[in-house]
């Protein structure tokens, strides 16, 4: 086993991986990282260092691994639900020095990007070849890849190019245990399971994405962007359910209240219709004919749903203008009021109106204002609460009147969250959406990455849990495992951690075909040894203090998988340097299944106290 | 003080920590920390407001931030930040002058630092002393924590700060200054030395120095410019005229074109005989009480000229200039020496820089106020417009000097990519944090050759010596000329060639 490292016995060792200027230790400096930008909770970091590279991400990692200490990553910190939010004990490891974009193939439309470019600066890179990254979340400017990825962001345009999740084929990440692999092949067209869909949404939970392949989009050869102003939300709203109605899929439709309008007035004078007590924004792209048609229809639909005043951009800077206000509504609602909640639910479009309804009447009750700014064609609200934080009595209420909103959301059949993630601030929303069962199978997916609860614990799940931990009172085994239809499943944990030198003190193992393990992927296959292995990490080794193994748990074994995934899985792999190409993938996973069984490891992994 | 702090903290509260200004701030650019970002710094800056202890590295943070103002026009929530930086970079000059830090007492009680005779002569070189002389009796209150504090190259930098402030605030000075460096150009001798490592062993500053120098300037300065220039035709409007301490010794010729372009558009020009520096040096690197006695010589010589407007051609002193009312508030009245005679009493310094300011016009925003009526010939060429930080950021104006350029017959003005990015010129930042400093001139540098533009307009003097020195060490021959050159040029009817395009 290895020495028992402090915190602070962590920092040469990082300063070997990542150099001493990329590790922050400053108490100032650390304290810069407290928040992402929900800005309520927070909590300083122990340590906080910005790799350069996937392999020293994955050295850290394995670092934290191997000392127990629990780590978080942080992109850009735009989050909205505390998803970054630092633990007191652990390292914050910051993408934001990662951020090349690797690749821009104009023929198989994709690029390979490193997690710390901006969403934006990708479309600007493939703007040259007629193409873009289509998720466009308001914080494009600065938000992260990687950050997209974990909380599968979306935009004003998701409505129709839709999520993050749509558009990445390929992710290279460092699993919790600190190993740099690949989920996907890069084409989009993946056997067996989508691991990459499982990785997108997850919020920094089931590791580090390091590298991420993105499907780009030729940009539409016609964009004509439309606002209409409305007396009322109910009119503007009337609108939507017009278009949509006549089958028309808009790029976006977003609406905006007379509160959010006023907000975004003040920040960018986007000149909107005066006195409107709504506007909605309707963009239309694709084909020159097409949106022309549809433009004359939806103008039409506009006019009959009682908009006062309709104005119509076709070329870039009037289209700019119209958008300012809406993308800068969030922040800009800092000049109307000292704090705000940006609150996050998802109703059917059919209930909008209803929920709007609701939300006034609770804001009103409540003494306390709510701006309005939403994606109404899939009915994606993002309330406001405006709130003066000088007041805790007025924060209280805010908070209450925010969580009444996600109730409504749920009363009306829809979701607590849209593009913004559950994180911390959410967590506690998640049973009443899901029964004990849904998390615990949740559980059992993110055990499977993370058996032993370092990578960002705390988050998306109500209570935080130990993998293998009893998951309540009055619980026994999991339904999924005492029917026999999940059973243990060690691979992500036990394989080799492949480091890119011996940097790192402990000795690095690279198993199975060398040349591959040389190259920072992990033979696919490479598993199949460690499934086989004793699952003596399973109980208190990973405990900090030793806990004891809990008596219920589905077994000893630390992570599970559902059955049909062969022990010896494969985890469609291609080395790392090269851009995955179809081509090299199918070599890569064709030919792991005749990777010999690997040896067993060649040293020992720390065992706790 | 507290009233102050208030101030501040009510700034900082509009941050949403949205990170809408990182992409703009060229240090996050150089280095992704966040510490190296406005959100970062702002976060900083609130921690000490909070009471916590400035330490060496967050100092260096505030050190590094080329008070670009990027971040004020990206910001949608309308964040003051000049003003948390402002008091930031008071916070870290007393700090290393072991002087109190907020909260800590009134900051106005240590000695009047540089309180030597403002009326030049070569004193300057005690200056130099001063200040290093006293921080090697005071304490490092922190030692960096990352890598540990190296003290000696704290004093040294000390000592290039201390040198500058001595010299560059003062025309006289820093034109005594450049005789020995135009005689190294001559000789061929900076070239080698700033190709060797010499200079920069010594000091990085020199270093920067070096390479930075401008040749010189093409037109012979045509000695000292009059104190009234009259109007051509009807008499639009008077106006005053800053020379500037950079412009003035570097770009003379800037100095002639925009009081022959003033002229032309009918002003009667007033130039101030022995016009000090306004202040913008000090105030943007944290001697408030340095900046605040050139701002009150400026603002009495200026009200003495009895003019409609102000006008700047030097982005940073103009949105120094603008700034002068706050700058003044923060700081008690001094005895009224400078009161001028038959002013009265009761006319606070504050009220008279707000006079002053509202009167003060950068150049391209003054012509565009009062349009054209000379006039313009062709000039064919292909130019590219570089925003000074001081004037797209500080001062918004973005859109007069491009109308103003557009008007111009032929001539084609191209943008920049990324055109909003500092050149890493920053007043005397390219002298004290050289290496970020030419990685920003070389991104610049690359911006401007990518455009394929045979000159760049730029609309301060210091973004024109980084760009030009940057394109100069790669061998290219762009022109870099001010607004007011190229109005000149096209209102007298020059050919391009006479703006130095090759
Ligand atoms: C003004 C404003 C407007 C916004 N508008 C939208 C919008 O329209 N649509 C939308 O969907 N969101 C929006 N957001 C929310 C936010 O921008 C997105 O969630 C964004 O994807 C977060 O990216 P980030 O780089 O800032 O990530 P961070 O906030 O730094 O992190 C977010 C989560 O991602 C994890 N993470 C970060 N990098 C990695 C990585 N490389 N690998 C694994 N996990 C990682 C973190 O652990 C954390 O859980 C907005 C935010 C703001 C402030
Ligand atoms: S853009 Fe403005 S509000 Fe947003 S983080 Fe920067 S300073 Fe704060
Ligand atoms: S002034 Fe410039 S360098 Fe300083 S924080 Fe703002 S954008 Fe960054």
Redesign the interface.
């Known amino acids: 086993m290895t020495e028992a490292l402090t915190i602070e016995g962590l920092v040469p060792r990082l300063a070997a991986i990542a150099g001493?200027?990329n590790v922050?230790?400053?108490?100032?400096?650390l304290?810069?990282?407290e928040?992402?930008?929900l800005?309520s909770h927070r909590a300083v970091p122990a340590l906080v260092v910005?790799p350069a590279t996937a392999e020293e991400t994955a050295a850290i990692v394995a670092l934290c691994a191997a000392a127990g200490v629990p780590f978080v990553a942080r992109g850009?910190?735009?989050g909205l639900s505390g998803g970054a939010l630092p633990r007191e004990d652990g390292v914050l490891i910051?993408m934001?020095?990662m951020?090349r974009i690797i690749e821009i193939d104009p023929v198989s439309r994709r690029a390979v990007v490193e997690p710390?470019v901006?969403n934006?600066s990708v479309s600007k890179a493939a703007a040259p070849y007629g193409l873009f990254y289509a998720p466009d979340p308001s914080?494009q400017?600065?938000?992260s890849v990687g950050g997209n990825v974990a909380e599968n962001s979306g935009g004003a345009h998701c409505l129709k190019h839709g999520f993050t999740v749509h558009h990445v084929t390929g992710l290279e990440i460092v699993t919790p245990s600190g190993e740099l692999t690949w989920l996907g092949d890069g084409t989009g067209v993946v056997s067996g399971y989508d691991l990459v869909g499982a990785f997108i949404g997850s919020e920094g939970t089931l590791g580090i994405a390091t590298k991420i392949v993105v499907k780009l989009t030729p940009l539409p050869e016609a964009v004509h962007t439309l606002l209409a102003a409305y007396p009322t939300m109910a009119a503007g709203g009337a609108a939507v359910s017009g278009i949509i109605a006549a089958g028309i899929v808009p790029a976006a439709i977003e609406m905006m209240d007379a509160l959010s309008i006023e907000a975004a007035e003040?920040?960018?004078a986007c000149g909107y219709p005066e006195g409107a007590g709504a506007v909605l924004i309707v963009e239309l792209d694709g084909p020159a004919s097409e949106v022309e048609a549809e433009v004359g229809c939806v103008r039409s639909l506009c006019m009959k749903a009682g908009a006062t005043e309709i104005r119509a951009a076709d070329d870039a800077a009037r289209r700019a203008a119209i958008w300012a206000g809406r993308k800068?509504a969030?922040?800009?609602?800092?000049?109307i009021s000292?704090s705000?909640i940006v609150q996050d639910g998802v109703v059917p479009r059919t209930a909008l109106g209803a929920v709007l309804g609701r939300i006034a009447s609770l804001s009103a009750d409540a003494g306390i204002r709510v701006a309005n700014v939403f994606h109404a064609g899939d009915g994606n609200l993002h309330p406001l609460v405006l709130y003066d934080d000088g007041s805790s009595a007025e924060a209280e209420a805010a908070e209450v009147l925010s969580g009444a909103i996600l109730d409504t959301c749920i009363e009306y059949g829809g979701s607590i969250t849209g593009e913004h993630g559950v994180g911390v601030d959410k967590s506690r929303y998640m049973p009443k959406m899901f029964d004990a069962d849904d998390l615990d199978t949740m559980q059992l997916v993110r055990c499977a990455f993370d058996p032993a609860s370092l990578c960002n614990p705390g988050k998306v799940f109500p209570t935080p849990r130990l993998c293998g931990e009893v998951p309540g009172a009055r619980r026994g085994t999991h339904p999924a495992v005492a029917a026999g239809q999940a059973e243990l499943f060690l691979w992500f944990t036990e394989r080799a951690v492949v480091l890119p030198s011996a940097r790192l003190a402990r000795p690095c193992a690279l198993r199975g075909a060398s040349s591959l393990g040389a190259r920072g992927a992990s033979p696919p296959g490479a598993g199949g040894a460690s499934a086989a292995r004793p699952s003596r990490r399973a109980s208190a080794a990973r405990r900090p203090g030793g806990v004891p193994p809990a008596r219920h748990v589905y077994g000893t074994c630390a992570a599970r998988h559902v059955r049909g995934a062969s022990p010896t899985r494969r985890v469609p792999s291609f080395p790392r340097r090269t851009s995955p190409s179809a081509h090299h993938t199918y070599q890569a996973t064709h030919s792991s299944r005749r990777t010999p069984p690997s040896p067993p490891h060649p040293y020992q992994w720390p065992q706790g106290p | 003080m507290s009233d102050e702090h208030d101030q501040l903290r009510s700034v900082i509260k509009d941050c949403v920590h949205c990170g809408f200004c990182l992409p703009a701030c060229p240090t996050y650019q150089l280095w992704g920390e966040e510490m190296d970002s406005p959100r970062g710094r702002i976060y900083l800056a609130n921690q000490v407001l909070d009471g916590a202890e400035l330490t060496a590295a967050a100092a260096e943070h505030f050190d590094r931030c080329l008070g670009c103002m990027a971040c004020m026009t990206a910001c949608p929530s309308g964040v003051q930040y000049d003003q948390v930086i402002e008091a930031a970079r008071v916070w870290t000059e007393e700090a290393r002058s072991g002087e109190p830090v907020p909260g800590t007492g009134p900051r106005d009680a240590g000695p009047a630092r540089g309180a030597e005779a403002e009326d030049g002569g070569l004193a300057g070189v005690d200056g130099a002393e001063g200040p290093s002389a006293r921080a090697g009796g005071t304490t490092d209150r922190s030692i960096s924590p990352k890598g540990g504090a190296d003290v000696k190259r704290r004093l040294r930098d000390r000592a290039v700060r201390a040198a500058i402030f001595s010299v560059f605030p003062y025309p006289r000075r820093l034109r005594a200054l450049t005789g020995p460096l135009r005689a190294a150009q001559r000789t061929g001798l900076d070239r080698r030395l700033a190709r060797g490592t010499l200079p920069d062993r010594v000091s990085p500053a020199l270093g920067a120095a070096l390479r930075l120098a401008p040749p010189r300037p093409r037109e012979a300065a045509r000695g000292v410019l009059p104190e009234r220039v009259a109007a051509r035709g009807p008499r639009r409007a008077v106006v005053g005229m800053l020379t500037g301490c950079v412009q003035s010794v570097f770009f003379p010729q800037v100095n002639a074109a925009t009081a022959r372009v003033l002229a032309a558009e009918g002003c009667d020009v007033i130039i101030p005989r022995g016009q000090g520096c306004c202040g913008a040096l000090s105030l943007h690197s944290g001697r408030a009480e340095e900046a605040a006695r050139f701002a009150r010589r400026t603002i009495a010589q200026f009200e003495r000229a009895g003019v409609d407007a102000v006008v700047v051609n030097s982005a940073g002193c103009g949105s120094a200039m603008k700034e002068y009312e706050r700058l003044l508030a923060g700081l008690p009245e001094p005895d009224p020496t400078f009161a001028l005679a038959g002013q009265e009493e009761s006319v606070s310094w504050v009220a008279r820089a707000g006079a002053l300011s509202g009167k003060v016009r950068d150049l391209a925003e003054f012509l565009a106020e009062l349009g054209p009526a000379a006039p313009r010939h062709p000039l064919p060429v292909t130019a590219a417009y570089h925003d000074a930080c001081h004037l797209a950021h500080a001062q918004r104006i973005t859109r007069q000097p491009r109308e103003l350029l557009s008007a111009i017959p032929s001539l084609r003005v191209v943008e920049l990519p990324d055109a909003g990015m500092c050149c890493g010129s920053a007043g005397v930042y390219n002298l004290l944090q050289p290496g970020a400093a030419r990685e920003l001139g070389r991104r610049k540098a690359d911006a401007v050759l990518a455009t394929g533009a045979r000159l760049v307009i730029s609309a301060n003097p210091g973004c024109t010596l980084q760009i030009t020195a940057e394109l100069g060490r790669r061998g290219e021959s762009i022109a870099a000329v001010h607004t007011a050159e190229i109005l000149d040029a096209s209102i007298r009817g020059l050919p391009a060639g006479s703006l130095g395009v090759r």
Request: aromatic share 8%; with cysteine.
């Open positions: 001493r200027e922050i230790t400053d108490p100032l400096e304290r810069t990282y928040c992402d930008g800005t910005l850009s910190g735009t910051v934001s020095r951020r710390g901006t934006l914080s400017v600065i938000c003040a920040a960018v800068s969030f922040a800009a609602v800092g000049r000292p705000f």
